[in-house]
Each structure stands twice: as C-alpha cells, then as structure tokens.
C-alpha cells in the first residue's frame, strides 16, 4: 500500500473508530455537559489524560502509515509489523490511549457513567487483543511479531526500549 493511500485509510479509520470508541460514544452518554463537581486537581489530571491521550493517539496513527504503509484497520493491514517510535514501549498504544481520553474526559466533566463506559471498553480491547488480534498477527508476520511480542509488553509501558529492539527494527 502506498504511504499516500495508507495515510488516507489511517485518517478514516481514526475518525471511525477512535472518534466513535472515544468521541461519538461517550458524548452520547454525556452531551459533554459536566456532572458532580470533581475538584480541580481531578479535572486537571482528566484533561492531561485527554491531550496525553489524543497525542499518542494521533502518534500512533501516523506510525502506521510512515512505518506500516497500511492502516490499522483489518481489512487493509500494515505491509511491515510496526515496532518504532511508542511500540518500542508498549504493543497496543492506540488502546491505551483511547482508554486515557475516555478516562480524562470522567475526571474533566466529572462523569462517573464514563469510568464505567472504560471498563467496557477495556475488556472489549482485550478480548479483541487476545482473540482476534494477536493470533492474526502471529500468522500475518510469523517469527518476527513473536520477537517483538516477547520483547515489548502489551498493556503497561516501559520505560526503555527492551535492548533487542535493533534485531526487531527494519
């Protein structure tokens, strides 16, 4: 896939399913208005949790269109297993980061609904994550997403690229 084309698919996939998981949803559930009155220590962490969130998101994103020349999105996969920039530290940081803007945006309007909104969220990330997801890599990239699967973590950051991470770059 031509990175033109990918950076294309990747836009749309962001605004489909990102916008809707974290966006469209969520909204629905709120109408944005705010709700109890969190302090202002609360609301400031939810609204770092959100631009934290959104800028990893777009990161990530981008990372596979540069990197992947594909997009996330199943039916149109990456030609090459992505592992630079925020994959060193982590496998899924397009799900962490979805969790962080729903979660900024509980704390932001002070919305407990949302904090349930991401439990759901989160197990349905990671029934996708270990029923579809890693398995359909395992088969499209083989010994290499096994490498990489072994030498960065799935859910929690690290804080250094594992030291084989060279091996597993392009």
Do not use: C
């Amino acid at each position: 896939m031509r990175k033109m084309t990918a950076s294309v698919g990747t836009a749309a996939f962001l605004v489909v399913a990102p916008g809707a998981v974290a966006g469209l949803v969520p909204w629905w559930l709120t109408g944005w208005r705010p709700g109890g009155a969190y302090p202002a220590g609360v609301r400031a962490v939810g609204a770092v949790l959100i631009a934290a969130g959104a800028a990893v998101l777009l990161s990530a994103f981008a990372q596979f269109a540069i990197q992947g020349q594909g997009t996330p999105a199943p039916p149109a996969p990456t030609e090459h297993l992505v592992i630079r920039g925020l994959y060193r530290y982590v496998r899924n940081p397009m799900y962490l980061a979805v969790l962080a803007v729903i979660t900024g945006q509980a704390l932001l309007l002070s919305r407990p609904v949302l904090l349930g909104y991401a439990a759901a969220v989160t197990a349905a990330f990671a029934a996708f994550v270990y029923g579809y997801e890693q398995p359909s890599l395992t088969r499209r990239y083989g010994a290499e997403y096994e490498a990489y699967r072994r030498a960065v973590p799935g859910w929690w950051p690290r804080l250094r690229p594992p030291r084989d991470t060279t091996r597993l770059s392009r």
